[in-house]
């Protein structure tokens, strides 16, 4: 009862005071002898409207209405713009002006008209009756809301007309990727090319693609001068999709143009595409563009000219296609006199912004920054688009608290002059955190900004929930007014403490769903229920108080007696409801493997002298879990000090060479002071790794690896060793924690204003030539240096994030192609710093 009381009032207040007045109405209940009505020559989506009509009065009354092609004059319900045969109330001008998505309803005292736009208008106007009139909410891909009142209903004599701010609309989901018919009555428009659909908006997401036309394949050898000069040479192994080209050469803007237009002339109903960055921050650095981006304060600017450049040439042959291009990472900012030309969209990227408060957010200083590059780019572009993170792309399945912020999000980009939404989020899996509920409100304020995110957030756990609902929305309400009252500020890739999650919160939030498993009232709705509890499980994974400990040969892990099973009924619940993906990028299978393994023991191996303690996992890819230095009584490495061992390591990986992964399972042999790990790869390749604390350097760790090339082909290979210490502090001042190189024999500070991988000082790091960096944290008074041989390493890197309590400390060996018998070597030293590097 109270159910249908809440909708009624969702439905009532959606009424328009001209139909109130008027008091006119048909009651739904006297309409089982009306007629559907779509002309003969209708398109496919209109066609599938009459049929959806049909369908959802059924569910609603109980009356199967018939579908006809030719018009009575009372009791019909006329679809698409050909079966309104002559009236003034729906007219080819009204329509035209809504648009490919608009749609009008027009309810008369015998005749009810629903017309849109061609091709998705009149199916869109027919959903929108049914949710406006009738209470309907398409929930999920199987469950459609129908209100138990719902034949009973009255429809008010009224017109109603909407027209979709937003022509690129997407709630990146897998429910919408496989249920196309589902994404559609969401009005999720960018996924299903069915025509009875209405077919994708022919506006395209603006992506990375500068590597679709300058290869290195074609231009590598011949023009290495089409590619960035960074640090001095024309870099051509680059990841995220390939390097960046040299954006003032004249001739890479005639490859792009002519590219960009044979994709035109292939596919000429699209309206816009994409010329944009690759996805690395290894922009170009010659003279011409780095004159330009000195004078515009910003790489935006030599790339924003290089876009202008191809607009201009497109125009002349495309006059109504639009050029896209990202403002991201390095191209974010707008430059201080270019200006994008009027046929160019520009598609801002949110990635650095916090999650948990809203963009426009004055007291968020993690958004100030997006937020005044958005205005600059409102001030000179009327054709905005937006590439929104709203997931843990580094957890899918841990609680995440940003449903608060995605309706104020929505309307800021839209206040500002955003046309096009992409809403980031989890498509890699059926079963990430909240999606269900995620969806839904994601893609309803896509589709009306002007939404209330959180009626829709209880909306939806009322009626997909039933009375399971109210311990679902005591959850979120605790898990976000938790986030808030700990002064968190997470990203999109999120630590378990980065949305502020505690053994006491995580333990909260399995009580909540316990309850609502309890309550649920019936097998359907407790299914629900237990798979949006994934979350609160993954956080009991994440934050169980536990401990590992290392005994006989072994690493074990011991929980008090209320958290017992947690792990077990989470795998169990992700196989259940196939949560495929734990990450971006990572599959389900190896992972929860790993979990069921803290059930087990880890065969373990332990090297230790009176200044080391070092615990070794050989099966797991020789992850060092615990480098604890005995003197200063600390721990450099936090595998082993909370649930997760295998995050928070020393590892090294082959990043190149292998075509079936990197060697992942070791037989580790100890020998006197050194243990040695051997892994075998399929061709008969070998790696060896071999880790020591010498008698004569008892302070020091030292790592000897070599890889040999067993097969009969020339293989090109790289590896790195990538430790992750433990900084003790997120603060980002390089006077609490300090990144330093040594170079010419003198140690320079580098991390200032350092942000994951790169910062104003990273040319120091790269050209620093004594072999030797290091941290240290001039609180705690300690540090960490790494001493390695420059000729055996191609660069050191470090990735430091102060939210993360983690900084890399990262050193790649040069890409280098074996021959049978050769081999390759890397060796460096690992050293516990007292005092500050002077």
């Not at 990144?739 to 140690?747: D, E, F, I, R």
């Not at 240290?776 to 960490?784: L, P, Q």
Request: aromatic fraction near 10%; include cysteine.
């Amino acid at each position: 009862m109270r159910t249908c009381v809440y909708l009624s009032l969702i439905v009532m207040a959606g009424l328009s005071a001209s139909a109130a007045e008027k008091g006119g109405k048909i009651e739904a209940s006297a309409m089982k002898k009306w007629v559907i009505v779509v002309a003969p020559d209708a398109i496919p989506s209109e066609k599938y409207a009459a049929e959806e009509f049909q369908a959802l009065f059924k569910q609603c009354t109980g009356a199967d209405l018939k579908i006809a092609n030719a018009t009575p004059r009372k009791r019909a319900i006329l679809i698409g713009l050909g079966a309104q045969g002559k009236t003034k109330a729906i007219t080819a001008d009204s329509i035209a002006k809504l648009g490919d998505e608009g749609l009008s309803i027009v309810v008369e005292r015998n005749v009810i008209r629903i017309a849109g736009g061609q091709p998705r208008g009149t199916l869109y106007g027919v959903y929108e009756f049914f949710e406006r009139y009738f209470g309907v909410r398409f929930l999920t891909h199987d469950h459609t809301y129908i209100a138990p009142d719902a034949g009973s209903r009255t429809i008010p004599l009224e017109t109603h007309t909407y027209t979709p701010p937003l022509s690129f609309r997407y709630s990146f989901y897998t429910e919408n990727h496989e249920h196309h018919e589902f994404a559609t009555r969401l009005r999720v428009n960018t996924v299903s090319t069915e025509e009875k659909l209405g077919g994708v908006t022919p506006q395209n997401l603006i992506n990375h693609s500068l590597f679709r036309w300058v290869t290195v394949e074609k231009y590598g050898q011949s023009h290495p001068e089409y590619f960035a000069l960074v640090n001095g040479e024309r870099k051509l192994e680059v990841g995220g999709g390939g390097p960046e080209v040299c954006v003032t050469n004249p001739e890479v803007v005639d490859i792009v143009t002519e590219g960009v237009l044979k994709d035109l002339d292939a596919n000429p109903k699209l309206r816009n595409i994409s010329v944009s960055q690759n996805d690395n921050d290894q922009y170009c650095h010659c003279a011409t563009c780095e004159a330009i981006n000195q004078r515009e304060g910003t790489p935006m600017g030599s790339h924003l000219a290089f876009v202008n450049a191809v607009a201009e040439r497109v125009e002349k042959k495309y006059p109504d296609v639009k050029i896209g291009t990202l403002a991201y990472w390095y191209t974010r900012k707008a430059p201080k006199t270019i200006v994008p030309r009027k046929n160019m969209q520009i598609q801002l990227c949110s990635i650095e912004c916090c999650t948990l408060h809203p963009i426009n957010d004055p007291n968020c200083a993690k958004n100030r920054e997006f937020y005044q590059d958005m205005m600059a780019w409102k001030a000179i572009c009327n054709d905005i688009w937006i590439w929104n993170y709203n997931t843990n792309f580094s957890n899918y399945d841990l609680p995440f608290p940003n449903l608060r912020v995605i309706a104020p999000n929505v309307r800021f980009f839209v206040e500002n002059n955003a046309h096009g939404i992409f809403m980031q989020a989890n498509a890699s899996g059926n079963a990430g955190e909240m999606s269900d509920l995620r969806n839904y409100v994601m893609s309803r304020c896509l589709w009306d900004p002007k939404s209330d995110g959180a009626a829709l957030v209880k909306e939806f756990c009322t009626l997909h929930y039933g009375k399971a609902g109210q311990p679902i929305l005591d959850y979120l309400t605790m898990l976000h007014d938790n986030a808030n009252a700990m002064g968190v500020h997470p990203g999109c890739f999120p630590k378990p403490q980065e949305v502020g999650l505690t053994p006491d919160i995580a333990q909260k939030a399995l009580k909540y769903f316990q309850q609502a498993s309890s309550v649920a009232d019936d097998d359907t709705v407790r299914k629900r229920v237990e798979k949006a509890s994934i979350c609160a499980y993954k956080a009991g994974v994440m934050m169980v108080p536990g401990k590992w400990s290392y005994e006989d040969g072994a690493c074990r892990f011991s929980v008090p007696q209320e958290w017992k099973g947690v792990s077990a009924r989470y795998v169990e619940l992700c196989k259940t409801y196939n949560m495929s993906s734990v990450s971006e990028g990572v599959g389900s299978g190896p992972y929860l493997e790993d979990i069921k393994q803290r059930d087990a023991d880890y065969p373990a191996m332990c090297l230790e002298n009176a200044v080391w303690n070092l615990i070794v996992l050989p099966e797991q890819n020789g992850k060092i879990v615990s480098m604890f230095n005995k003197p200063a009584k600390r721990e450099l490495v936090a595998g082993m000090t909370h649930g997760d061992i295998l995050h928070g390591t020393h590892e090294e990986l082959i990043l190149k060479g292998v075509q079936d992964g990197a060697a992942t399972k070791f037989t580790g042999t100890s020998k006197g002071t050194a243990l040695e790990l051997a892994a075998a790869l399929s061709d008969g390749t070998t790696f060896v790794r071999r880790i020591a604390l010498r008698p004569n350097q008892p302070d020091v760790i030292s790592f000897d690896s070599t890889l040999t090339h067993r097969g009969s082909q020339p293989v090109k290979y790289q590896f790195k060793s990538r430790p992750e210490f433990v900084p003790a502090s997120r603060s980002d001042k390089p006077e609490v924690v300090g990144a330093y190189v040594k170079s010419g024999g003198v140690w320079k500070l580098f991390n200032r204003g350092w942000k994951g991988d790169t910062g104003p000082d990273l040319e120091l790091l790269r050209q620093g030539k004594d072999g030797v960096f290091s941290f240290y944290n001039h609180e705690a008074h300690f540090g960490v240096q790494v001493n390695y041989a420059p000729k055996q390493v191609d660069h050191p890197y470090v990735w430091w994030w102060p939210d993360w309590p983690q900084i890399n400390l990262e050193i790649f060996t040069p890409l280098r192609e074996l021959k049978q018998g050769e081999a390759m070597k890397l060796e460096y030293q690992i050293r516990y710093l007292a005092d500050a590097p002077k």
